[in-house]
């Protein structure tokens, strides 16, 4: 009789390209401080952990945009490992959104001098697109832990208004230090929970409803529900 296969719950390793793009992020975040987050940078890293040319190719197409990725999710996770501390239904709506991006703030200064390279890299108009798509996925991520399960237009809008903090928020985190930071996202909080105090007396549905039952009755006559 054979002993039955051993099923362990540990996770699975990560393979090759997972493993080997955290490498090269290490090593980029060391070097970002000297040679700035660019293709220089990109291939010195690569170099570091002994890839060619062609699998720099393979691992990062994009090159220092898909590092800059990378680092922004790193920060990602590391915050919201910060949060998962946190007794979450204890805290009111405002209190969570404030730790949840004090949280993601500070993941990004941990790693200071290569965040501001990369901030440096993400305001060039080229990479405006992938500086709001990563700074949506931040919102995306801190809302979820706050608690939020809206599906509606609400889903989006939260987001937005997350996101247009989130990006001033963390530029002046990088380089006028944390007060700075801290005070404009005080400040921004309340005029968010200002917005949704105005907006929960609001039917912002009425005027679809209206439409809606418009042309219903031009379709299916005055009875048509």
């Not at 990378?70 to 969570?96: C, F, G, N, P, Q």
């Not at 609001?202 to 009755?217: C, E, N, Q």
């Amino acid at each position: 009789m054979t002993d039955a296969p051993h099923l362990s719950n540990d996770p699975p390793e990560p393979d090759w390209g997972d493993r080997m793009e955290q490498a090269v992020l290490d090593a980029a975040i060391v070097r970002a401080h000297v040679m700035g987050w660019n293709s220089r940078m990109v291939r010195a890293a690569c170099d570091d952990n002994g890839l060619s040319l062609g699998d720099e190719e393979l691992l990062l197409p994009n090159g220092a945009r898909d590092l800059a990725a990378l680092l922004s999710r790193r920060h990602d996770d590391r915050a919201l490992a910060t949060l998962a501390e946190l007794d979450v239904a204890s805290l009111k709506i405002r209190e969570r959104i404030a730790r949840a991006v004090s949280a993601r703030l500070e993941a990004g200064a941990h790693d200071l001098e290569a965040t501001r390279r990369c901030a440096t890299f993400l305001a060039l108009p080229t990479n405006a697109d992938l500086g709001l798509k990563l700074a949506w996925e931040s919102a995306d991520h801190l809302w979820h832990w706050a608690g939020d399960t809206a599906t509606d237009w609400n889903h989006y809008s939260k987001r937005t208004i997350l996101s247009g903090i989130l990006i001033p928020a963390m530029t002046m985190r990088w380089f006028d230090g944390r007060d700075a930071a801290d005070a404009f996202v005080s400040r921004r909080i309340d005029n968010v929970m200002a917005f949704e105090k105005w907006k929960a007396g609001k039917d912002f549905d009425a005027p679809l409803r209206k439409l809606t039952d418009v042309l219903s009755r031009m379709r299916y006559g005055a009875k048509a529900q």
